[in-house]
């Protein structure tokens, strides 16, 4: 894949995350669509594994939610706006996973910095309220999204050994 073609399609994600993110409910149809879409340019060997990720993303901010951690802002539960950004994220990153040659070790910080920061700049995009003191919440979402960026990547780096 060449470098052009894969910082376009990086950009274009970090721009429709600020998009669902910042718009929320007023752009709900346009975010279920695109993430529609993005599954459906999903290779099809992949599509029951982003399928996969996108539901084990919707329980773990269920999780955090029951466990009074946050809030999504206007919601009890999270919303559909956020059900289609997990959709597009899994479609992406397991996109974006085939095409890096990352070692399982490198995702573990890498989840532990970028799963916080992005619920984080959610908040200071007032998609989200923290319930519980904030050390306690980002200490707790970096050490779960440590465990989860491996956990979901697996498939694709156990199908890249294989190749």
């Known amino acids: 894949m060449n470098s052009l073609r894969f ?4 950009l274009g994600f970090d721009a429709w995350w600020t998009l669902a993110v910042w718009g929320r409910e007023r752009f709900i149809v346009l975010l279920l669509i695109s993430s529609f879409l993005m599954l459906a340019f999903t290779p099809s060997r992949r599509r029951l594994w982003v399928a996969v990720v996108c ?3 919707i329980i773990l901010d269920s999780l955090w939610c ?8 206007g ?3 999270v919303p559909p706006w956020m059900m289609a950004l997990w959709l597009g994220f899994s ?3 397991l996109w974006l996973l085939g ?3 990352l070692t399982w070790y490198w995702l573990i910080p890498l989840g532990a910095v970028s ?8 908040m200071r995009l007032g998609a989200m309220n923290l319930l519980a003191s904030p050390s306690y919440v980002w200490l ?6 440590a465990i989860f960026l491996p956990l979901i990547s697996l498939p694709v780096m156990l199908n890249r050994r294989k190749q």
Not at 66 to 73: C, D, S, V, Y
Not at 115 to 122: D, E, I, M, S
Not at 140 to 145: I, P, Q
């Open 75 to 77: 919601s009890t539960g």
């Open 55 to 57: 539901s084990l993303g």
């Open 115 to 122: 799963g916080p920061l992005a619920y984080y700049l959610g």
């Open 99 to 101: 095409h890096l040659r």
């Open 140 to 145: 707790l979402m970096a050490a779960g999204w």
């Open 91 to 93: 479609a992406w990153w």
């Open 7 to 10: 910082w376009l399609l990086t």
């Open 66 to 73: 029951i466990l009074g951690l946050f809030e999504f802002t």
